[in-house]
């Protein structure tokens, strides 16, 4: 299983940091399935992020493989042995440096549609918790993705709606369906990415679900699990999840509550791309206007849009957005307070601890106490 950057573990290979304004990509390439793939190190630290696809970072430690999954961008420490290679069929990645081959390694064993038979396949597996809130980047991959709530409320915004699921819900996005995710409160969840190939899925994607009290079980018992450090974890995740989804494809799919309506195809369209310049773009000064002209509306129409679906103006959205990262780079215990508030592009660690503390009612610095317990 994958690990995510924020895990800890990443912290004796690099940081989470943006790359640097101004500075030229120097590496920009795509990345496909090959026998092996080449490592690199270098005496300084260097900036990588992904561009599209699922991307993963192998590091070599101590002659072991390591792997994490990049959805964020990085510095590498100088001295760590890396590479990269996608998880699926393709993906791409970006950096400032330019690359000089240390060696190259076999490449791992990587999960193909082809191998997707009698039992799904598990792309990404995460069990998360949001203290306060948490806010998910908007992404689209390959495989499909489960997610199911076990605590609190999470909404996922997907083609043009705005779909909370409460305890015990589930819902399936289809492959190459861009969506993010948010929550208010605290909240407590499950990730699957997969493919399953021999088996249709159709009628349990893009709806939220009521699951079934073997359904709750099956998700209770991989929660767990993945929380479990004893032997064969990888394996009986596999095996839980594999019941998981048996127990789903038995029970009739009951919507658990109706989706908001959908505007129009269009209008959708304009509030993904909206969200989607938001994600690639909250770190720096984005204004409303510049947001819209990226989109091609006027400020009010965007206002409106915003306004209907997610409940909240553009502005306030951008303000959320930056303050939910910066809960999760919290989260990790990775940076300072002032290295996050430089990182998201506030002029000062006062105007950043002003903000947390208006909307989440108490100091960075409290909250990562509490966190630290």
Known sequence: MLVPLLHPSFSSFGRIENMPEGESIIYNTSLFRQASIPTYCFD????????????????????????FYLDRPIIIFAGVQFGFFPLTDQ????????????????????????ESRTMPEIFTLFHQVGHG??????????????????????????CGQDVALHPNELLIFDRNQWHMQYAEHDVQFLTVSFLWQDHDLTD????????????QQ????????????????????????????????????????????????????????????????????????????????????LTALFQTHLGIPPAK????????????????????????????GYASIQHYSRQFREWFGCSPTAFAKYIAR
């Not at 300084?44 to 792997?67: A, E, I, N, P």
């Not at 004893?230 to 998981?244: I, K, N, T």
């Open 317 to 344: 959205y951008i303000t959320r957005i930056r303050l939910e990262e910066s809960k999760a780079l919290l989260l990790s215990q990775q940076m300072s307070i002032g290295e996050i508030a430089d990182y998201l």
């Open 91 to 114: 993906s791409e990645v970006i950096g400032l440096q330019a690359l000089s081959q240390a060696s190259h390694i076999a490449q791992p064993e990587a999960l193909t549609e082809t």
């Open 44 to 67: 300084h630290d260097t900036h990588w992020d992904y561009r599209s696809g699922m991307t993963v970072l192998l590091v070599l430690d101590q002659g072991r493989q390591k792997q």
């Open 218 to 301: 099956a998700a209770g018992a991989l929660a767990e699990a993945y929380d479990d450090p004893s032997g064969y974890r990888d394996e009986f995740l596999q095996a839980q999840f594999s019941l998981l989804l048996l127990h789903l494809l038995r029970q009739v799919p009951e919507t658990a509550h109706k989706p908001s309506p959908a505007t129009a195809h269009a209008r959708n369209q304009v509030l993904d791309k909206a969200l989607r310049v938001v994600d690639s773009e909250y770190r720096r000064k984005l204004t409303v206007a510049a947001l819209a002209a990226a989109v091609n509306v006027s400020t009010s129409q």
């Open 133 to 158: 809130g948490l806010y998910f980047r908007g992404e689209q991959h390959q495989p499909l993705e489960l997610v199911y709530v076990e605590k609190g409320v999470l909404h996922n915004f997907f």
């Open 204 to 215: 349990w994607i893009g709806r939220p679900i009521c699951a079934s009290m073997a359904v």
